[in-house]
C-alpha cells in the first residue's frame, strides 16, 4: 500500500473512531467534515421508524451510511451475511433479526472504538446470532465460499483499493451468492478531481467510483447480473446507489473418477440390462476385455 493510501486509511480510522466515541459520550456520528452534512441523505433517516425503534439508540446513533442495504438485500432466514464496514452494527443487527436463529451476521470493520461499540449493542439488542471482526475490508479475515450475502452501507467508496475489496468479497461468496450494497457513485461524466470538489473520503464522496468503473470494477473479480440504481442524489453529480450482483454459480465439472465410474469395465451401465460399449466399435464383450474388467458377464 502506498503512503498516500494508508494516510487515507488513517485517517478515516480517526474520523470514525471520533464518531463512535461521540456516540458513546451521548452523541451522534457525523459521516464528516463540510461540505458534507448529516442531513436525510445519510444516517438512520433512510431506516423505516420500526427498524430504528427495535434497535438500541446508540446503534441508530452511530449510523453513517448512505443508504439501508438489509431493505434491498432480500434476506433470508438461515442466511450467512457479512456487513462491511460495521461501524455501530446497525446494519448487522436488522441482518440478524431477518436471517434468524439458524442464521449469522457478521460484521466487519477496522476501528477499535466502533467494535466496541457495536458489540455493546450486539449486547444490549439481546443477538446471540452476530459477530464482530476486526480487519479491514481489503483483506476479509473469513474463508472462501463461507457467506451467502455480503451487504456494506456507503464505505467502500471509501476504500484506497477497490479491485481488493470486490475480489476478497467475491472470495468469501459462495458460489450463487450475492451482493446488496448501498454507495455513493459518480457520473461517469465527473472526472476524479470534480468527484474531490464535492466532498473528502471521510465525507463519503471523493472516494467514489463513477457508474462505469463500478461495474467494470465487479465484471473484473468475476461478478455477473450487476445492477446499480441511483436512489438519491446526495451532491451534484453524485448518488447513493443500489448495487446488486451476482457470484455465478458452481458450474459441474466431469472429473475423471466420474467420468470412469459412468464407463465401468469400458461400457455404459456397467452389469446392468443396459449396458452398451463407450467405444461404439466395439461390443460389450470386447470393451470388458479390452479394460481387463473382471466381470466379462
Known amino acids: 500500500m502506498s503512503e498516500q493510501s494508508t494516510d487515507l486509511r488513517e485517517t478515516v480510522r480517526r474520523r470514525y473512531a471520533a464518531s463512535a466515541m461521540k456516540v458513546t459520550e451521548g452523541g451522534s456520528a457525523c459521516c464528516g467534515p463540510q461540505p458534507v452534512e448529516v442531513d436525510d441523505n445519510f444516517g438512520s433517516a433512510l431506516y423505516a421508524a420500526d427498524e430504528r425503534d427495535a434497535l438500541p439508540t446508540e446503534a441508530v446513533a452511530a449510523s453513517l451510511g448512505c443508504g439501508n442495504p438489509t431493505a434491498v438485500a432480500e434476506l433470508r432466514e438461515g442466511e450467512r451475511v457479512l456487513d462491511l464496514g460495521s461501524g455501530g452494527g446497525i446494519d448487522v443487527l436488522l441482518s440478524a433479526r431477518r436471517v434468524g436463529p439458524t442464521g449469522k451476521a457478521y460484521g466487519l470493520d477496522m476501528t477499535e472504538e466502533m467494535l466496541a461499540l457495536a458489540l455493546a449493542n450486539a449486547k444490549k439488542a439481546g443477538a446471540t446470532n452476530v459477530e464482530f471482526l476486526k480487519g479491514t ?93 441511483p436512489t438519491h442524489q446526495v451532491a451534484d453529480g453524485m448518488h447513493s446507489a443500489i448495487v446488486r450482483a451476482t457470484r455465478p454459480p458452481a458450474v459441474e465439472t466431469r472429473t475423471e473418477a466420474t467420468r470412469s465410474a459412468d464407463t465401468c469395465c469400458g461400457v455404459n451401465s456397467c452389469c446392468t440390462s443396459g449396458e452398451t460399449a463407450a467405444d461404439p466399435a466395439l461390443t460389450v464383450t470386447e470393451a470388458k476385455a479390452a479394460s481387463g474388467c473382471g466381470c466379462q458377464d
Do not use: H, M, W
Open 137 to 229: 475490508i481489503e483483506a476479509i479475515p473469513l474463508p472462501a465460499n463461507t457467506i451467502d450475502v455480503v451487504i456494506s452501507n456507503c464505505v467502500i467508496n471509501l476504500s484506497t483499493d477497490k479491485p481488493a475489496v470486490f475480489a476478497e468479497t467475491f472470495r468469501v461468496l459462495r458460489p450463487g451468492g450475492r451482493i446488496g450494497l448501498s454507495d455513493v457513485v459518480a457520473d461517469d461524466a465527473l472526472t476524479p478531481g470534480q468527484r474531490a470538489e464535492r466532498g473528502d473520503y471521510v465525507g463519503c464522496i471523493a472516494g467514489a467510483l463513477s457508474f462505469a468503473e463500478y461495474r467494470a470494477g465487479l465484471e473484473a473479480a468475476g461478478f455477473t447480473d450487476i445492477e446499480i440504481t
